[in-house]
């Protein structure tokens, strides 16, 4: 059983950049795909970027194609989401979940989860 743990949150002005991680504990991704959702104040947890064991194919969301960029290490235990030209409507707590070899949209889809770190943007 994987373990997650995400960090690199923090506050950040309007256009700037933050790089979240994902670490993985008791085992590696080589199996699992890995999606970055948020979730913000009185909403729905949102799909954000997803890599998939199969080819390391990648997804993202629309409101976030262009900005955000997810990748891998080499030693497949950490996930990274770049974060670039950062805005208001990205302020979330962000979280990292696990699912078996594709990535998919829905959150209910993935069976670990991380305990999320903080973004805030400021205008």
């Known amino acids: 059983q994987v373990q997650l743990v995400e960090s690199g949150g923090g506050l950040v002005q309007s256009g700037g950049s933050l790089r979240l991680s994902c670490a993985a504990s008791g085992r590696t991704f080589s199996t699992l795909a890995v999606g970055w959702f948020r979730q913000a104040p009185g909403k729905e947890r949102e799909f954000v970027a997803g890599?998939?064991?199969?080819?390391?194919?990648?997804r993202y969301a629309d409101s976030v194609k262009g900005r955000f960029t997810i990748s891998r290490d080499g030693a497949e235990t950490t996930v990274y989401l770049q974060m670039d030209s950062l805005k208001p409507e990205d302020t979330a707590v962000y979280y990292c979940?696990?699912?078996?070899?594709?990535?998919?949209?829905?959150?209910?889809?993935?069976?670990?989860w991380g305990q999320g770190t903080q973004v805030a943007v400021s205008s």
């Open positions: 979940a696990t699912r078996p070899t594709v990535v998919s949209t829905i959150p209910a889809l993935y069976n670990t």
């Open positions: 890599l998939s064991t199969t080819g390391g194919s990648t």
